[in-house]
C-alpha cells in the first residue's frame, strides 16, 4: 500500500472508509522467463494480459488491485483498496476460465491484502483505514473483527500479512507514511487475537512482509527508503537480529508487497512503474518482470502471486486506465510465501 493522492482520499475520507491519510525479456532460453539460470545476468521477463478486473471508480478517481492469494480449491482472490461502499472489495477470479466475481463488500473497509490462514481456513484482510484485522468464511461471508485497538499505546495502518506455520500473524504496520517519518513497525499477532507484540519499530513505511522459504525470518519492503530489510527470527517468534538486506534503485518508483518463492527469490512488487523486480536471498538482482510498453494507463504492479506447486505467477497491476491480472513464468515454483502479502 502507498500514499494515495489528494482526489482519492477526499473521496474516501467523505465516503466514511478513511480516518487518515493513506500513501499503495529473457536475454537466453532454457529457464522460466527467459533466463539461463538464476544467477544469470538480469533479463527481462514479459507479462501477459490475462484480463480486467476493474475500472477506475467514480467516486475514488482511481482503482488500485493488491493481496492476490491461492486459495487451495485453486481460486484467486484479490482485493480493491479504493473501491468505494457497495463496489466489490473482495473478488474472486479464475484465472483458467477468466471469469472473476464479487465475494464481498462492505461500507467501511479499506482493504490492503489478503491471506488464508493455515490454522483456521478463513480469509484475513488488513483494513488500512481503521487498524484493524478482518476475517471473511471463503465464501466471502461470515464477516469478523479478528483484532482491532492500539499496540504498545498506537493504533496501527496494517498494510501486508505473512503467516507463520503455527498460523500466528505478522504485519507490516506503515505508521509514520502519511508524515514521512519512520514510525513503521513490525507486529506479531497470535492466531487467537489475543496477544499482539512490536518485533520491530523505527522503520520507514513497512510495506511488504513474506517470510522466508525456510521460515528462518522476514523480508521487509521499506517504501520510502526504497530498501529490503531482514529480521532473522528465534524459535519463539522473536527477532534475533535486523539489518538492510538490498537496496532497490526504483528510479520514481517506490517498493510495495514482496513474495517468496521455494527457492528463496524474492519478487518485488513496485508502485509508480508497472513491474517486479527479482532478486535471490544474497541479494543479486536476477530478473525485471515488464508490463508491455504497449499497455497504457498502469502505473503500479503492487503485488504478486504464484501458482502452488507450480510456477505460473499472476500480478496485480494498475492506473488509471483500470485494474488488471497479468501472468508470467517464476524463477521458482509457488509456496504460501508466494502469495504477496
Not at 469478523?144 to 507490516?172: K, Q, W
Not at 513490525?186 to 510495506?207: E, F, P, Q, S, Y
Request: glycine share 14%.
Amino acid at each position: 500500500m502507498r500514499r494515495l493522492p489528494p482526489r482519492p482520499l477526499a473521496a474516501l475520507a467523505t465516503a466514511g472508509l478513511l480516518a487518515s491519510a493513506i500513501a499503495g525479456c529473457g536475454t537466453e532460453s532454457g529457464a522460466p522467463g527467459g533466463l539461463s539460470a538464476p544467477g544469470a545476468a538480469t533479463g527481462t521477463i514479459r507479462a501477459q494480459k490475462v484480463m480486467q478486473l476493474t475500472r477506475t471508480h467514480e467516486e475514488t478517481g482511481m482503482t488500485l488491485l493488491e493481496g492476490p492469494a491461492f486459495h487451495p480449491d485453486g481460486g484467486l482472490f484479490v482485493v480493491d483498496v479504493t473501491a468505494p461502499p457497495g463496489k466489490p472489495k473482495v473478488l474472486r477470479v479464475d484465472v483458467r476460465r477468466k471469469t472473476v466475481r464479487a465475494v464481498h463488500t462492505d461500507g467501511r473497509g479499506a482493504y490492503t491484502s489478503a491471506q488464508f490462514s493455515p490454522y483456521d481456513g478463513r480469509l484475513y484482510l488488513t483494513d488500512y483505514a481503521h487498524g484493524e484485522i478482518v476475517s471473511l468464511a471463503p465464501d466471502g461471508g461470515d464477516p469478523r473483527t479478528f483484532f482491532t485497538g492500539e499496540v504498545d499505546g498506537a493504533r496501527m495502518n496494517p498494510d501486508d500479512i505473512a503467516f507463520d506455520e503455527e498460523g500466528h500473524l505478522y504485519i507490516s504496520d506503515s505508521r509514520g507514511l502519511s508524515e514521512g517519518a519512520a514510525h513503521g513497525r513490525v507486529v506479531r499477532i497470535d492466531r487467537d487475537g489475543g496477544k499482539a507484540t512490536v518485533l520491530a519499530d523505527g522503520l520507514a513505511a513497512t510495506n511488504g512482509v513474506s517470510f522466508d522459504e525456510a521460515y528462518r525470518g522476514l523480508w521487509i519492503s521499506e517504501l520510502t527508503e526504497n530498501r529490503i530489510s531482514y529480521l532473522r527470527l528465534g524459535e519463539g517468534g522473536e527477532v534475533t537480529s535486523r539489518h538492510t538486506a538490498i537496496r532497490v534503485d526504483g528510479g520514481i518508483a517506490q517498493t510495495d508487497s514482496i513474495a517468496v518463492d521455494a527457492d528463496g527469490n524474492l519478487y518485488q512488487g513496485l508502485h509508480g512503474r508497472p513491474a517486479i523486480v527479482v532478486y535471490d536471498r544474497h541479494g543479486e538482482r536476477l530478473a525485471t518482470v515488464e508490463v508491455p510498453a504497449r499497455a497504457e494507463g498502469l502505473d503500479s504492479a503492487t503485488n504478486v502471486a504464484i501458482t502452488p506447486g507450480g510456477t505460473k505467477a499472476y500480478m496485480t497491476v494498475s492506473g488509471p486506465g483500470g485494474g488488471y491480472l497479468y501472468t508470467f513464468d517464476a524463477l521458482g515454483k509457488g509456496t504460501r510465501q508466494s502469495n504477496g502479502g
